[in-house]
């Protein structure tokens, strides 16, 4: 490990001060004089045709300025796919979509206004789950899917209620499953859950009579969001201004575009008018997205020395109503299908397809935590059966450098160490060894583990910007646009400047929160890239500066520009330290004794895009992962296998994240991932009843609370530096979360014997499984 | 969340009054409850009338035979009471397992009962060691039994306007145990719950969440009472004849079979417990 | 209904006009410009709009503002000293007890009361105390941390004022 001056160390959050104090502000603190405030009606049905909307009576009401609704507003929007109305158009294709909404003077009076806002439906067939939307004579969600736009890298089918097929082809399928000793076929599946980011959505508009539009938005990608409400809304970039507040958690969940469009559209009926929406509770459930659900069938060939030589998987997501984002997790899903194993066949067909549900879209794991649900318990399976302990199957079948990886991308020492991660696991689990003895006999104790991978999911443009600005002091301005939406970006970002700066970052302050009028370019903070890509923008951006400090010191030191070195304080002749000018005397532009002045203000731009290719359309072969993180999870569990009730000893992972940053926020990474895995392993799950969704409240989506920790949680950090990311850190923000469910999972079977293939994890269902296996 | 009156009177006598002067009216003790509904709309009250300040009694009160608990006295208090943990501890569990702390330094105990959840959690407590509700309509005062105050979902005794005032307790030497399974360990509503009481080997059973109203057995109950020894074979029929009494629904907390489930491993448990046989 | 009432916050009195349904949360938030007590629910069920009420922490989503005259409320604003941090503040920070902040005004509230009442809880105390506060960001690890921390300065501070 290099000797790093700011770097893997804990520096203290910048934004810590803010958010103790109570100084952030986040969307909701956010007031205006003469605001508006705005509410949407919801509609009640999963499917109908809207026969009518009459607004007469709320719009006639006293303090509601503006109605909107389809007739008014009939913009589309969506990141990958523009299938997703602003309001219901036509028809409404799941519980919660907007039909209609209000401006008002105070938020009682456009809740009063909403419900005189009369609709009229004729109800559809219900597409309730995957079955329903794939049966043959299947009602279509979205007759029109081929008229819609889309990027040329997804495939909707026509006529059916796919919009995305990916298929996945590697090495001659048939001959592996030929080939194979025993083969293994197993289905498992997962339910919708909710982001949870503890701060409610919500979006402040102005629509200014000459056409400007700025918006303020608790969103994860102020500058994806300019570009789909200009699109939606047919307007130029440089007439859309963004400006991000601190936001109070993302997970994705504030990715891509939201809820924004229906302040906008109000701002656009009441000109002149600032609107404030804020979502509640319930509409955050209802009206933004989800992580889809899921169903897969995995088939894996075994050779006789227990490696995997062939595998064939077919997952299918459950989309929802509208597909916009949620595309591109198809996408991501089916072109790291297989997970991280060195396999030689593969046939790999991943589909997403439409139903009357919430809108699936990107979270946390990015149809990793899905895939890997079914891998990682499938490999369990074949262990388990083989006789092989989990871990060696594993070690021996996992990538390793040499090996070639699902698209077609080889594995190189650079790209991380699975194997030691699964060591570290096993090592913190005592591995091989039996838990310790319970009290009762009915009382059943196992141990589990799982392996993940994931490269950040993003278009193969996917590009970042940032700037290094110097003041007069020689302190140093760093302006990104990476958003802070908890993860500690601004944090690490500033320290990866300082040290390309050679300077303490204690000398350096982070312009963090972006306005897309002033801020530098960023595509989205999504992905776990910001760090990574970001990080690299940066350190183009300190090269910059630096270079331009040179270029004026040469003139006057007399030297070469490439006789120069900067060490954070002066630029001095390489070799000659003597021979120097302090940085404040250079970076506003050197001033000679007669008054005489060459140069200026020194700013750095860097910016930074990764080189991808588009995959193949036939085979998915091709070039998609800018970076791999490879991690470990364990478990220990106990089980009352009277109750079923299920109590979590421990849990541990192991990722390696290249060089860490800042300690403690990366711990903080990962261990918040792994309780928010935790939660979808054993709690979490969004129930329909009648294709309306039955728990829109935390009365009945429970999340983790402090008291539901394990007895132990540790996180472990391998550092294998990647030779792309700065300074060799690589991304880590979603990974936690990801093979938490599988390694619980495991850890059951290890204690009871009963398999479980369908999240979550509850008491309730441990308990059903052991009556079955009984 | 609708507009509405909000009365602050100064007795007991005046709430009542001012209760029965419409059909849409709502008492306010804790709130946790009432505002919530209200919020959603399921409530849109004419006039909230605030218990907190109409002299009702609100603290914890020890007396040589009997110890008082007003209605408005919070969770909170009797779960950290030293002598409601001494010496009914646990109706202290039960309070304390109730919501979140926050919510249990505002919401009342008054409010949990009156509320009339089948899940209610300080209910098994107050029905096994035998408490007594004193109820005031402003005017005549009259005692229930607490398992008799329950009639249904969100239903009881109280006529209209009629309130809950005290809370009896009988001073005991008996012991008991409260169980509360959750989806999560806390800040959850009951999946099921339930108290196992014993006084002078006679035993008080009490099941929530698995009928319209807390249920207490007394068939269950009888089989222990009539047993000269306890053994665990008597505690399995005793636990059969729980499952047997009790009609659990299937709800977004658990299937009815799960419900039954549960009950009988811990009710059994339980009993285990009081008796001193291993189970 | 409206009415005018005094609230007394942070040991100042405020005469404000509100109406009967508008919360605590709302009226600290919308009419007396302290923000730090946030809505993430409105259903007394995540803590985030946490103050100290007459004492004890509780939802101010799920008290009305009319409720509320004559009690003293403290908010995040109150407990921060004019210029610098309170000590569990700082511990917060030091500890990496913050991610995405949205929770933390309602974490520090209830730390604030628990270590009032119990200046060395066990940390199974602490995670009873706190189990009424969501986070969805750390998994609880480090604001457990930074708790035991907090603890550990409070009473240092203590120590020295005696």
């Known amino acids: 490990m290099k000797n790093f001056i700011n770097l893997g160390r804990d520096v203290n959050r910048l934004d810590g001060y803010d958010k103790v104090s109570g100084n952030a502000k986040y969307i909701a603190d ?65 519980k919660g979509e907007p039909v209609a909404a209000v401006a008002a003077l105070t938020e009682d009076i456009a809740a009063a206004a909403i ?138 969940g504030k990715a891509g575009i939201n809820m924004e469009p229906l302040a906008v559209a109000l701002a656009k009926e009441a000109k002149g008018k600032w609107i404030k929406l804020i979502f509640s509770r319930e509409e955050v459930f209802l009206g933004t997205t989800v992580r889809q659900a899921m169903r897969a069938r995995v088939k894996t060939g075994i050779a006789k020395n227990g490696r995997i030589i062939a595998e064939e998987i077919e997952m299918i997501f459950d989309g929802g109503a509208y597909a916009e984002y949620g595309t591109n997790v198809v996408r991501a899903a089916g072109y790291t299908c297989i997970g991280p194993y060195d396999i030689k066949n593969v046939k790999g067909d991943t589909y997403g397809v439409y139903t009357n549900h919430l809108v699936g879209g990107a979270f946390r794991g990015f149809g990793h935590g899905e895939l890997h649900w079914a891998v990682e318990s499938q490999m369990d399976i074949i262990a388990n059966d083989l006789k092989m302990d989990p871990a060696e199957f594993r070690r021996l079948n996992v990538l390793k450098p040499g090996s070639i990886n699902s698209m077609g991308e080889k594995i190189t020492k650079h790209t991380g160490d699975m194997v030691a991660c699964i060591d570290a696991v096993a090592k913190d689990l005592k591995w091989g060894k039996p838990s310790k003895k319970p009290a009762k006999p009915y009382i059943k104790r196992g141990k589990g583990l799982a392996v993940l991978e994931k490269a950040p999911a993003m278009p193969a443009n996917a590009t970042s910007c940032a700037r290094v600005k110097f003041n007069e002091d020689a302190t140093v301005i760093v302006q990104f646009s990476g958003m802070e939406i908890g993860q500690g970006c601004i944090t690490a970002l500033t320290q990866i400047a300082a040290e ?263 008491d309730e269902k441990i308990l059903s499984s052991l009556k079955e296996k009984k | 969340m609708e507009n509405f009156e909000f ?114 959690d300080t209910a098994t407590p107050l029905i096994a060691v035998g408490a007594k509700f004193i109820l005031s309509d402003g005017k005549k005062e009259r005692r229930v039994k607490a398992e008799e105050f329950f009639k249904g979902v969100k239903q009881t005794v109280l006529k209209k306007g009629e309130l809950l005032k005290e809370i009896v307790i009988p001073r005991s030497a008996g012991k008991g145990i409260f169980y509360k399974k959750s989806r999560i360990k806390l800040v959850d509503l009951a999946t099921v719950n339930m108290t196992v009481y014993r006084e002078k080997k006679k035993y008080r059973i009490v099941i929530g969440a698995c009928h319209i109203t807390p249920l207490r057995i007394r068939a269950a109950e009888e089989k222990l009472n009539k047993a000269k020894k306890i053994d665990l074979a008597l505690i399995n029929e005793t636990a059969e004849i729980v499952v047997k009494t009790i009609k659990p629904i299937s709800d977004m907390r658990g299937s009815a079979e799960y419900r039954k489930q549960l009950v009988e491993t811990h009710v059994a448990r339980l009993i285990g417990e009081l008796a001193g046989v291993e189970v | 209904m409206s009415k005018d009432i005094t609230l007394n916050v942070n040991g100042i009195d405020h005469h404000v006009n509100i109406q009967g349904n508008e919360t605590l949360l709302k009226v600290l938030r919308d009419k007396l410009g302290l923000t730090a007590a946030k809505e993430g629910c409105g259903a007394g069920e995540c803590g985030a709009c946490a103050v100290i009420y007459n004492g004890s922490p509780a939802s101010s989503c799920l008290i009305l503002a009319v409720e509320a005259e004559g009690v003293e409320i403290l908010t995040l604003e109150g407990i921060t000293p004019k210029d610098h941090l309170h000590p569990i503040q700082q511990a917060f920070i030091d500890k990496g007890a913050v991610q995405c902040g949205f929770c933390t005004p309602g974490m520090i509230i209830t730390t604030y009361s628990l270590l009032k009442s119990n200046p060395d809880p066990s940390e199974d105390e602490i995670k009873k105390a706190i189990s009424g506060n969501l986070c969805r960001c750390t998994g609880y690890v480090q604001i457990i941390e930074a708790i035991r921390e907090a603890a550990r300065r409070l009473k240092r501070v203590k120590g020295r004022r005696k």
Not at chain 1, 140 to 166: A, C, E, Q, R, W
Not at chain 1, 694 to 700: M, T
Not at chain 2, 11 to 31: E, M
Not at chain 2, 96 to 104: A, D, M
């Open chain 2, 7 to 120: 009365i602050s009177p100064i007795t007991i006598k005046g709430a009542v009054s001012q209760y029965k002067k419409g059909a849409n009216n709502y008492y306010l003790a804790g709130g946790t409850d009432l505002i919530v509904l209200m919020r959603e709309g399921i409530l849109v009250p004419e006039k909230i009338i605030d218990l907190k300040t109409a002299g009702l009694p609100s603290g914890i009160k020890k007396l040589k035979t009997e110890i008082r608990i007003g209605a408005l006295a919070t969770l909170s208090e009797i779960e950290h009471s030293s002598f409601i943990r001494k010496e009914i501890p646990f109706l202290a569990e039960a309070a304390g397992k109730l919501g979140s702390p926050l919510t249990r330094n505002r919401a009342t105990i008054g409010g949990n009962l009156c509320n009339a959840s089948p899940a209610a």
């Open chain 1, 115 to 252: 419900k005189k806002i009369k609709v009229k439906y004729k109800m559809l067939p219900l597409v309730d789950n995957i079955e329903d939307a794939l049966d043959k004579n299947a009602t279509l969600v979205h007759p029109d899917l081929m008229k819609y736009s889309y990027l040329p890298i997804y495939y909707p089918k026509k006529g059916t209620n796919i919009f995305n097929h990916f298929p996945l082809r590697k090495g001659d399928i048939k001959k592996g499953f030929k080939q194979s000793y025993k083969i293994y076929e197993n289905e498992f599946t997962l339910p919708q859950i909710q982001h949870v980011p503890m701060e409610p959505h919500g979006a402040i508009a102005k629509w200014d009579r000459n056409d400007k539009l700025t918006v303020y938005s608790s969103v994860q990608s102020p500058f994806t969001l300019r570009n789909l409400l200009r699109l939606a809304f047919g307007l130029s970039h440089k007439d859309v201004r963004v400006i991000a507040p601190y936001v109070g958690g993302g997970f994705g």
């Open chain 1, 500 to 762: 390309r700066l050679k300077m303490d970052v204690s000398k350096l302050h982070a312009a963090g929160l972006p306005d897309t009028d002033f801020s530098p370019y960023e595509w989205q903070t999504v992905a776990s890239r910001i760090t990574w890509a970001v990080g690299n923008a940066i350190i183009n951006a300190v090269d910059d500066a630096h270079e331009k400090i040179k270029k004026v010191a040469s003139k006057v030191l007399k030297v070469k520009a490439s006789q120069l070195d900067i060490d954070g304080e002066k630029v001095f002749v390489i070799g000659n330290k003597g021979k120097s000018i302090a940085l404040p005397l250079i970076i506003m532009g050197y001033q000679y004794p007669d008054g005489h002045t060459i140069g200026g203000p020194v700013e750095g731009v860097g910016t930074f895009t990764p080189h991808l290719t588009n995959l193949d359309a036939k085979t998915g072969q091709g070039h998609a992962a800018a970076e791999w993180t490879f991690g470990c999870e364990g478990a220990e569990i106990e089980v009352d296998t009277r109750t079923g009730e299920l109590k979590i000893l421990n849990l541990v992972g192991a990722f390696d994240l290249g060089t860490v940053i800042n300690p403690s926020t990366a711990r903080g990474q990962i261990i918040g991932g792994m309780i928010q895995g935790l939660g979808s392993a054993v709690l979490e799950e969004l129930k329909y009843k009648d294709g309306k969704i039955a728990n829109p409240s935390f009365v009945d989506y429970k999340i983790p609370t402090a008291a539901d920790l394990p007895d132990k949680i540790k996180h472990i950090f391998i550092q294998t530096p990647d030779d792309g990311g700065p300074f060799g850190a690589r991304a880590i923000g979603e990974h936690p979360m990801i093979s938490i469910p599988p390694a619980i999972a495991n850890a059951i079977y290890d204690a009871t014997g009963v398999r479980i293939k369908a999240l979550p994890l509850t």
């Open chain 1, 30 to 94: 956010y007031e205006f004089p003469g605001m508006l405030y705005a509410k949407v009606l919801r509609s009640p049905h999963p499917h109908a045709e809207i026969i009518s909307i009459n607004t007469s009576a709320a719009e006639k009401m006293e303090g509601v300025i503006a109605v909107t609704h389809s007739g008014k507003c009939s913009h589309k929007m969506g990141l990958y796919l523009v299938d997703r109305p602003v309001f219901a158009t036509g028809k409404v294709r799941f």
